[in-house]
């Protein structure tokens, strides 16, 4: 089986071989919405269950599989772009605390957030921080040439 995207859908394509043709030819089993293909790799939540009985499980898997491939990818890009934009919504943050105060309870929860933040910023800074060269280890005397050193 294979996947393809085609515009706003999600196509599944079949290949057998027609013998009469005597080669083989693509037909789409099914298609579904494209849109929330990225948050899940669970194939129940885009397929109904007459579509599922209709494919075998070599098929499943591979949908499966593609399902996750993309919800991994969709979350890893969702990483970056939320790492990419952090010191602005930091800031944003800082400037909103001080013009509108917060209650103790939220205090407390940003707080805890940031401790967070901060642990795992210095654990990413000492991973990035270049470890000292070791210092050359001078030769030993050698006790038949006393004069030099």
């Not at 943050?93 to 401790?115: K, R, W």
Request: aromatic share 4%; hydrophobic share 35%.
């Amino acid at each position: 089986m294979q996947i393809r995207e085609q515009g706003q859908q999600v196509q599944l394509i079949r290949s057998p071989y027609d013998k009469t043709k005597k080669r083989c030819v693509q037909k789409v089993v099914h298609h579904f919405p494209k849109h929330g293909v990225y948050l899940s790799d669970d194939i129940t939540k885009y397929l109904s269950a007459e579509q599922l009985a209709d494919l075998s499980d070599d098929e499943k898997k591979t949908l499966s599989d593609w399902l996750k491939v993309r919800a991994d990818k969709y979350l890893a890009d969702s990483r970056r772009y939320k790492i990419s934009g952090a010191d602005r919504n930091l800031s944003d943050l800082a400037d909103a605390i001080l013009s509108d105060g917060v209650t103790p309870e939220q205090a407390t929860m940003i707080a805890g957030a940031l401790a967070k933040v901060s642990k795992a910023l210095k654990k990413k800074t000492r991973e990035a921080r270049p470890k000292p060269a070791a210092k050359p280890v001078p030769p030993a005397a050698d006790s038949r040439q006393p004069g030099l050193l």
